[in-house]
């Protein structure tokens, strides 16, 4: 039998390149980063000795690890229960029609396609310690004193909120459409139904339409669970993990210390703490869509 | 117990008039089903009268209080829809409970009114699977029992058996007619397939382009269609015509049988047919062919029940005849009946 | 019509406008604010008493004008491209036939193979950019967009294999066994019957995958150093800042002008992707 047309064969030689690709670029330097994290490996160096797992150790007594950690966990999650709840109520009213509908969709769209680093751009001059326009607003409605404002990136707690904000900016565009692909999934006799056997809004809501878009909603979370987890974008430009380390996550944590600090083997261990979050939110990801019952 | 009433109902969407000036009355505890080829208004009908979709303009009455204004829920309705919609995250019991639990009652009587439903149909065995466990006609039964649960004053099914395959259909149409009659609750049914809405209906209402043609029982329905779409939308096959001296002569194809047949002291027509082709059965014979004299370039088909073993050769004319109240009158332009007359030039 | 479950009457219509109204205004502010700034000249946007919505001077065309002529910008946009094409193509070359494979070929090993690639693409820059960057330097592509072409697929692959995946299964398979008793192969089947079936899945692949090369970040940061090389996505936040100053009508111009436009072009096959990610994820 000729190539093409044996499917055993074909189905190899049409998948290998991928596979290929990906052991080689992936799973390769995924060995290598476990590899990295073992040893004392720095930048330009050549030293290659093997320290078990003192990098991890080093790490876990680093207080700046330790602080970058609770970030990690607190941003990730905040800012991904937010996305929940408020793609939620978004995707609920989204779907009503209405007359310009696909231009609503196009702005609420445009934080998730446009580069991550220039839509954060936008909000470093939103969030300007001098210009910002918050606090020009807040001003000009008398909320703050012409000499007192906040330095929304300045200072700790609110330069937290400012990179929550983004965060949530960025992922309730991906969040709404899943959800809205999920909800518009649900079969119109169903409400009907609903509607039919007495349901008033909340009883709807609650029994009928959240439980049916339960699995695809939480697949949409985990999914923004993961890059808000391993992401370092946002706050590389917003405020470098400052001001005083305050905000440094794990991703932006290990990027300072192996670019810049040019300690290969510490930044891989900082790094692969993410791992175990990781697996979790996969396993969690693949349980919920075998779970999914929308039919 | 209550009536449906439907004054002059009418519903445009957009441009397109589904529904287009309906008058109907159910009678207490009446079978009244809505038949008509697909795009023709009746689920538009059914769906005003449950209260998800809003008239443009007329009332619609449910034991005579007007419910325009009323949401699904006030309307003491319950509604089988094609899909069933069974909520596929629920068990069998919590969807037959969710009418209840929806109107407030007491989770002992809710529990005691699911069992009774689901003793009802048969199905107390599943009351813990989920929807999607379960074959069709066990959804269609779940679906059935969710709708009587609650004791409604009416009950609507949109087409519930166009998703069971044919066996099925049979019988859930007989249990379907032995429920009813045993509640007594007036229901209206919505479908396109007639042998169900003869088999099933106290009442046919046929419906095309928004209107309905004819209201009445399916003999009456059958035997003396009002128009012409009546008369072709019913039967199978359908009633046949052929012009004669300005009107349209339907006749059914059962109802033209060889002369010989008939004792000699009924009022008969009789015609010269020629068969064109003999197609055996079984239970009847199938004759192709034509009206030899009357409308020779119009193919009509015979249906011969077995019964009658008058041998018949393709190629061949013979003399066939009917009963004269067998042969219906229309005018052609509007296509309503009109009184009999005598057929022109007839062999 | 109903759809899906509404808020009823004019209380409802009112809050739902409201809700929509809200949200738009929190996606698009940053934009409309980049917009805003591009025409504002500098003293007019550094005066805090000046009512930053308003232009207190005339709008000017001096900020574009300096991101054209006086920055790399022109250029950085050029290497975006170059970069985005070749991951593209290559993107194309190895994701589809994969996607189809997977999707036909395979069997239930292909509904495993399949989940796994899409776990790949959830293994982060973060963990993979140290031993990346060990890699193109023993390459020897350091400062190189060739090391971006290379490595960009590593997440272009997974993610559009997946996605194509979910776009052949909803093709019936009653298509190729016909063009395969018509005398096709059953590669030949595949690329004459069923790719050109496939032009709209194609085309997001394309959009997809330009999008992502057009949002990478760590590693053209990574690997990337001296200012004539660089993507958009890092040539501007990292270059339009000189120390503490900040060329703000400039960068905000940036910012929009490489953000907008693709969004266009995205928003047309967003409903794509959400289908591909639902069939993929629901029925995978």
């Not at chain 2, 049988?257 to 079984?282: H, M, Q």
Request: a positive charge.
């Amino acid at each position: 039998m000729r190539l093409a047309d044996d499917e055993r064969a074909l189905s190899r030689v049409l998948l290998a390149p991928a596979v290929l690709y990906i052991a080689l670029l992936v799973g390769g330097p995924f060995v290598l980063a476990i590899i990295y994290s073992l040893t004392s490996i720095s930048l330009g160096g050549h030293s290659f000795n093997f320290v078990g797992l003192q990098n991890f150790q080093a790490a876990l007594r680093d207080p700046s690890f330790r602080r970058a950690l609770g970030n990690t966990v607190l941003f990730a999650f905040v800012s991904q229960i937010l996305v929940l709840v408020l793609a939620s109520v978004l995707a609920i009213a989204l779907q009503r029609e209405f007359r310009g509908k696909w231009l609503v969709r196009l702005l609420i769209l445009l934080p998730w396609v446009a580069p991550i680093s220039l839509g954060t751009i936008g909000w470093l001059w939103i969030f300007d310690s001098i210009y910002s326009v918050i606090n020009w607003t807040l001003r000009y409605l008398h909320i703050f004193g012409a000499t007192t404002w906040p330095i929304w990136l300045g200072q700790p707690k609110l330069a937290m909120v400012s990179i929550v904000t983004v965060q949530v900016w960025r992922t309730l565009p991906l969040a709404t459409v899943i959800l809205l692909g999920g909800l518009s999934g649900i079969p119109q006799d169903i409400h009907d139904a609903a509607e039919v056997d007495g349901a008033r809004f909340f009883r709807h809501m609650f029994q009928i339409t959240i439980p049916l878009v339960l699995p695809i909603s939480l697949v949409a979370t985990l999914f923004g669970f993961v890059f808000a987890f391993t992401d370092m974008i946002v706050v590389y430009v917003l405020t470098r993990g400052g001001p005083f380390d305050t905000t440094q996550v794990l991703a932006s944590l290990a990027f300072f210390k192996s670019v810049d600090g040019g300690d290969l083997g510490g930044g891989a261990a900082v790094a692969l703490f993410l791992l175990p979050v990781l697996a979790a939110a996969a396993v969690g990801m693949l349980h919920m869509a075998r779970r999914a019952e929308v039919t | 117990m209550a009536t449906v009433e439907t004054k002059n109902i009418r519903k445009v969407f957009q441009e397109h008039t589904a529904v287009d000036g309906v008058d109907l009355q159910t009678r207490e505890g009446e079978f009244l089903v809505l038949l008509g080829p697909s795009g023709c208004g009746k689920t538009t009908l059914l769906r005003m009268i449950a209260g998800l979709e809003r008239q443009t303009s007329g009332d619609i009455l449910i034991g005579g209080r007007v419910v325009n204004e009323m949401p699904p829920r006030e309307r003491k309705i319950a509604m089988v829809f094609q899909s069933y919609a069974l909520y596929p995250h629920m068990t069998v019991a919590k969807n037959i409970a969710f009418p209840l639990k929806a109107q407030g009652a007491e989770p002992k009587t809710i529990d005691a009114r699911v069992k009774t439903a689901a003793s009802m149909f048969g199905i107390e065995r599943l009351l813990q699977r989920k929807p999607r466990q379960l074959s069709g006609g066990e959804r269609q039964r779940v679906a059935l029992a969710r709708a009587m649960v609650r004791e409604p004053d009416v009950f609507l099914l949109d087409e519930p058996l166009s998703n069971l395959d044919a066996k099925l259909r049979h019988m859930a149409r007989d249990e379907l007619q032995q429920f009813q009659r045993r509640l007594k609750t007036t229901t209206v049914y919505v479908t396109h397939d007639q042998v169900e809405a003869m088999g099933l209906g106290d009442r046919i209402a046929v419906m095309s382009a928004g209107k309905v043609r004819q209201l009445g029982r399916p003999q009456e329905v059958y035997d003396d269609p009002a128009d012409t779409f009546v008369a072709g939308f019913l039967g199978s096959p359908p009633m046949q015509f052929f012009e004669n001296d300005g009107a349209l002569v339907g006749f059914r194809a059962e109802n033209l049988l060889p002369k010989a047949v008939y004792s000699s002291n009924e009022p008969l027509v009789s015609f010269w047919y020629r068969v064109t082709r003999v197609e055996d059965l079984g239970a009847d014979r199938l004759l192709y062919g034509s009206l030899r004299d009357l409308a020779p370039d119009t193919k009509m088909i015979v249906n011969l029940p077995s019964t009658i073993h008058v041998p018949l050769t393709p190629g061949e004319a013979y003399e066939f005849a009917c009963k004269v109240n067998d042969l219906k009158f229309f005018d052609p332009k509007t296509g309503l009946r009109i009184p009999s007359r005598p057929l022109r030039g007839k062999a | 019509m109903a759809t899906g479950q509404a808020l009823h009457g004019a209380g409802g219509k009112v809050a739902n406008f409201g809700i929509i109204a809200a949200f738009a205004a929190f996606a698009a502010f940053p934009f409309a604010w980049m917009l805003i700034t591009t025409f504002k000249r500098t003293g007019d946007l550094l005066d805090p008493n000046h009512n930053p919505f308003l232009y207190s001077q005339p709008p000017t065309l001096e900020n574009l004008r300096v991101l054209f002529n006086d920055t790399l910008f022109v250029r950085w946009a050029g290497n975006t491209m170059f970069i985005g094409v070749l991951v593209v193509l290559i993107t194309l070359l190895i994701a589809v036939p994969a996607g189809y494979s997977l999707a036909r070929l395979t069997g239930a090993i292909g509904e495993q193979l399949g989940v796994a690639m899409f776990l790949t693409y959830l293994v982060p820059p973060t963990i993979l950019f140290i031993p990346l960057s060990r890699v193109v330097s023993i390459l020897h592509l350091q400062d190189s967009p060739w090391a971006l072409v290379l490595v960009y697929p590593s997440f272009t692959i997974p993610f559009c294999t997946w996605l194509m995946m979910g776009f052949f299964k909803v093709i019936p398979k009653d298509v190729e066994e016909a063009a395969m008793i018509d005398g096709l192969s059953r590669f030949g089947a595949f690329v004459r019957v069923i790719l050109p079936m496939s032009i709209a899945g194609l085309l997001t692949v394309v959009i997809f995958t330009f999008t992502l090369v057009l949002q990478e970040f760590v590693y053209a940061l990574t690997f990337i150093s001296s200012a004539k090389n660089f993507t958009v996505s890092v040539g501007v936040p990292s270059f339009l800042v000189r120390g503490d100053v900040y060329f703000w009508g400039s960068l905000m111009a940036a910012c929009f002008i490489a953000s907008v436009p693709i969004a266009f072009l995205y928003n047309l096959f967003v409903d794509r992707f959400i289908a591909g990610f639902t069939v993929g994820a629901v029925k995978g």
